[in-house]
């Protein structure tokens, strides 16, 4: 049921929240047939009148009409409904609904198993309010507002479509998640607080004189016991539905409150301003960055600096979060495949969350992340929706120059965007070798984004890259999966090759000649989809890599890290310098090569970089610095000019960072030479750049007093644990927020 356009939509339940979706369906297109049960005559009647629904009547008579039924009522009696309407539903119609818990109904006693619901795709509309009824619902209730869907194993790819674009249609952003987190989130964030509301009021109620605490209560009572007008006969549906879930939370909740009476019962006045402290800044943060959220290019947020203590050491065991480079594609690759991917061991951090919402705003379902696991429900090479506002790139050019690629080729029009540091980034490189396939492409200023893109019909190019770019090469490479004919790309030195393997890992053939250092596909293929285990980030390796090279004493092994021969410039230019870094357990993950590496500390010696190893270590060069800054003798790099066009200018930035720790620098329009010697501290500015950022944290096992790093926020882009890991082997690195507005 891939149009969903002509369905006749049956609504079970004509309260506040299955009116709203009767209003809003009605005002997205005015011809839909929606027919409605409810044992509210009234509200039935009114719908009538209201020319919102067009039939009304029993569930026995109106399901065997509906193309998609919509079960608009509390909790458990979805589970007392669901028999009825699978017996006498059509065999082909789709069934959702709105409740607040997931998991009830393959647990409850009336339990169903996957199968017996493959047509049922669960939802819930993060939307309401207190107030209930038919005459309360709107039509515009859902928009830009959240729709969890917590699809199951029996639902088709085909399914999930269709009640992705149901909800799409009423303007919600389509987020997707597993049934058991659901609960557990939904127990903490909405089912908690309306039992606070309701006990609240409860305890007021049975004070003496409760008539007189109520009328001297005012705006605090009121804000708080807000919730407790809710619909009670739903509530309480609401808590035996996910009563496990629910009691794992109050009983955080009543330990809390035991503490607090414990710290008001003994006076403990700084305890309490600690306390209240912490959770009145947590609320603020909740409230500008989640609930009203800013324009997000104001969130560029420089709010985060790292102190770094100078010594510590380096040893352990540690496994490196997911490649990034591999997460992003694994997101576009597996959305636009036919079928459903899973992805293990993908980088939840901000830029491949960026991508992970981008699709979604294309209308493709993604349940999680959840510990770095995703289920992608892929739309098919065709399947992509026009997106209904820019699509946010943040901080990343490698999903802006892959995502023009594939845009491009769309039957829609889109804009990409981003952050300050991306809105300065060259995409000439891609948009003009894009424009000479057939696609129609208008930059910013000066060749930088926004990129605003008008779906084209493209044709095959042969490409002769005049930087060896991966971006670049992927970009035009996903262009050419749409293109008439073939399109190749020809790179002047060999750089990282992830689209071609994973490509080839969704069954979509790549030419690949390595002479000639060429890669070919050919237009109109399908993908299939596949698994993917994304292995650890030599990227974010490198830093420990560094941190290990540098540090008398240390001993680390870095687990499951990516060692895929593009990406391992950082292990043979560390192995040039005399660093002692041993392989093993070398295996084959999903088309990428997987090793351990430990490393110990060795006296580096600084060298001559050769030009061939730039493009295979682009990414790593801060940190190379870094270890170039503790070598004897001189490094020299020569031939890089693509530093410069980095997230920031990173020859400049880490120039002026390694002078202000007194290290001997030159630098060049392509390079930079470094003396290592001693380095002092002092206060860094990393540019907003994360891996300037986390460079300059491992300067500071080596650097004779602390050193300060300004704008380190973006370490979450590429690395959110960064800072746990780096205290966990011995480095002496904390952070510090503050809540400085930043637009
Ligand atoms: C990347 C390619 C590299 C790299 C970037 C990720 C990729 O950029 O710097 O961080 O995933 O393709 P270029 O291809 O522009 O060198």
Sequence with gaps: ????????????????????????????????????????????????????????GELATLCPLADIIILAVPPLTVCELLPEILNCMAPSSLITDVASVKSHIFTSSEKFTEQELANFVPAHPIAGSEKSGYAAAVDDLFEQRNVILTPHAGNSTDSVAAINALWRELGANVLGMTRVRHDEVLAATSHLPHLLAYAIVD???????????????????????????????MWSDIFVANSAAVEKVLDDYIQSLLDFKTAIKKHEHEKLEKSFGAAKQARENFITQHFKPKKQEEMISNQLSFSVQPGGQVAGSIRVAGDKSIS?????????????????????????????AAFREMGVTIVGPENGELTIYGVGKNGLQA???????????????????????????????????????????????????????????????????????LKGITYEM?????????????????????????????????????????????????EEGSSAVIGGADLKATQIDVPGDISSAAFFLV????????????????????????????????????SSNERLVGGEPVADLRIRYRQLKGI???????????????????????????????????????????LDAMAQGLNILGVAVETFDDGIKITGGQMGGGAINSFGDHRIAMAFTVAGLRSESSIDIANCANVATSFPNFVELASEVGMRVSAQKSLKATS
């Design 1 to 56: 049921m891939k149009d969903i356009n002509n369905k006749v939509v049956l609504i079970v339940g004509l309260g506040m929240i299955g009116g709203s979706i009767a209003r809003g369906l009605k005002k997205a297109n005015p011809k839909r047939q929606i027919i409605a049960c409810d044992t509210d005559i009234q509200a039935l009647q009114q719908a009538v009148d209201d020319g919102v629904v067009s039939r009304s």
């Design 203 to 233: 305890v007021l109620l049975k004070q003496e004189q409760s008539e007189d605490i109520f009328r001297y209560a005012a705006g605090g009572f009121a804000d708080f016991s807000r919730l407790a007008s809710s619909d009670a006969r």
């Design 328 to 356: 992003h594609r694994s997101i576009i690759l597996a959305s636009i495949a036919n079928g459903i991917t899973r992805v293990t061991g993908f980088l939840e951090g901000e830029d491949a969350l960026n991508t992970v």
């Design 387 to 457: 997106p209904r506002k820019p699509l946010y790139m943040g901080n990343s050019g490698t999903a802006m120059r892959l995502l023009a690629g594939l845009l491009a080729a769309q039957s829609f029009d889109s804009e990409l965007t981003g952050d300050e540091s991306l809105t300065e980034r060259p995409m000439n490189r891609v948009a003009q070798p894009l424009r000479s396939m057939g696609a129609n492409i208008d930059t910013g200023e000066s060749g930088t984004p926004p990129l605003a893109i008008r779906g084209s019909k």
């Design 466 to 514: 005049p930087i060896a770019s991966a971006q670049v090469k992927s970009c035009l490479l996903l262009a050419g999966l749409y293109a008439e004919g073939e399109t190749k790309t020809i790179e002047p030195a060999p750089c990282r090759d992830h689209t071609e393997r994973m490509l080839q890992g969704f069954g979509y053939e790549v030419v690949i000649d390595e």
């Design 547 to 582: 941190a290990a090279a540098i540090t008398p004493g240390s001993d680390l092994t870095l687990q499951h890290v990516g060692v895929n021969p593009t990406r391992i410039g950082i292990i043979n230019l560390l192995r040039d310098m005399g660093a002692n870094i041993e």
């Design 608 to 650: 001559v970089i050769s030009e061939a190893q730039i493009p295979l270590a682009i990414d790593e060069f801060p940190v190379l610095f870094v270890a170039a800054a503790c070598a004897e003798g001189e490094t020299l790099l020569r031939g890089a000019k693509e530093l410069r066009v980095k997230e920031s200018d990173r």
